[in-house]
């Protein structure tokens, strides 16, 4: 059978990023078209120098292009505010979107926690960088204890970092604390994102901050029981995502009594939470297209690849 035809909507540093991805690594995938708005930006330049349709008339550009109907998936790596008007221009063809900014139209996917989950929706969004990297993490916990609130701080260096992104720093902290929630399984949560200025760039780190309700369990017991489903999950993970990796070992510790932690909860009715988890990540990236700082970057478009190649493999076995 044939692979599946898709186009790319946003020509910048992930939808780039994502076509060179597409063309090494995807099994059931094949690059169709890449849409910009710019039409001296690098992502058109390379992929009309590697044949694909081009166009630099946004979505519009995309629906006139001659082969329109061939394209069976529609990644969408613009911004929250465009994807809203580009959602809604390709909604009559029947196209799937994956949706790549934090727009949340269409359910939460983290493919290491839920990626079956929404196989069929016609629009998934992939939720942010910092979401890929540490709701997993969120929801290994979650299989252990009951997560009361999930604290999640993404730092990435401003150089992979483009406009798009920047755009979208409000949307990225109310997507990713819903997801949190949604996917991740806490009660509870909160996202921060720090974009460090460093020179030379840092490479992406993540820290994510857990309360939760330990029972009758041993420090050492739910020590050990959380450490292994956090590691079985970077390694879920890690099989998509390469550079994905623990920073350090998994720390649990007993929250004190004094410790005011009531103003984190959902409610003020909520089982106040016993002890403290911190787990350190960091994400490089496989340098397809920014150099291996931009771990945010790869983190999203390999996220993205695996969701489109389910799809594609799903439809595959249902012909």
């Not at 394209?71 to 909604?91: Q, R, W």
Request: aromatic share 4%; with cysteine; charged share 20%.
């Amino acid at each position: 059978m044939g692979k599946a035809k898709v186009a790319i909507i946003g020509s910048g540093n992930i939808g780039t990023d994502l076509m060179i991805k597409v063309m090494r690594t995807s099994q059931h995938l094949e690059m169709g078209a890449m849409v910009g708005i710019d039409p001296a930006s690098d992502g058109l330049a390379r992929a009309a120098k590697f044949g694909f349709a081009t166009t630099s008339d946004g979505v519009e550009g995309l629906i006139g292009l001659p082969g329109f109907e061939d394209i069976e998936i529609v990644f969408d790596a613009t911004s929250a505010k465009a994807h809203v008007a580009n959602a809604a221009a390709l909604e009559p063809y029947g196209k799937r979107l994956i949706d790549l900014t934090p727009a949340a139209i269409g359910p939460y996917v983290i493919p290491a926690v839920n990626i079956d989950e929404h196989i069929d929706a016609p629009n998934v969004n992939m939720v942010t960088c910092g979401g890929q990297a540490t709701i997993p993490i969120v929801a290994a916990v979650a299989r252990v204890v009951p997560v009361a609130y999930g604290e999640i701080v993404a730092s990435i260096s401003s150089k992979s970092a483009g406009p798009g992104t920047r755009a979208n720093i409000d949307e990225f902290t109310e997507t990713t604390s819903g997801a949190i929630v949604q996917v991740g399984g806490a009660k509870r949560g909160k996202a921060i994102i720090i974009l460090n200025p460093a020179e030379p760039p840092l490479i992406m780190r993540d820290t994510v901050y857990a309360l939760v309700e330990g029972g009758s369990r041993t420090l050492a017991d739910l020590t050990a029981e959380i450490t292994e489903s956090v590691e079985k999950m970077v390694g879920d993970v890690a099989a998509y995502v390469p550079g994905y990796r623990l920073k350090q070992k998994v720390q649990v510790q007993e929250i004190p009594d004094d410790q005011p932690v009531e103003t984190l909860l959902a409610s003020a009715d909520e089982t106040r939470p016993t002890h403290q988890v911190s787990v350190f990540l960091e994400v490089e990236g496989a340098a397809h297209y920014l150099p291996a700082y931009a771990g945010n970057l790869d983190i999203m478009t390999s996220a993205a690849l695996q969701m489109a190649d389910r799809i594609a493999s799903s439809k595959e076995a249902a012909r």
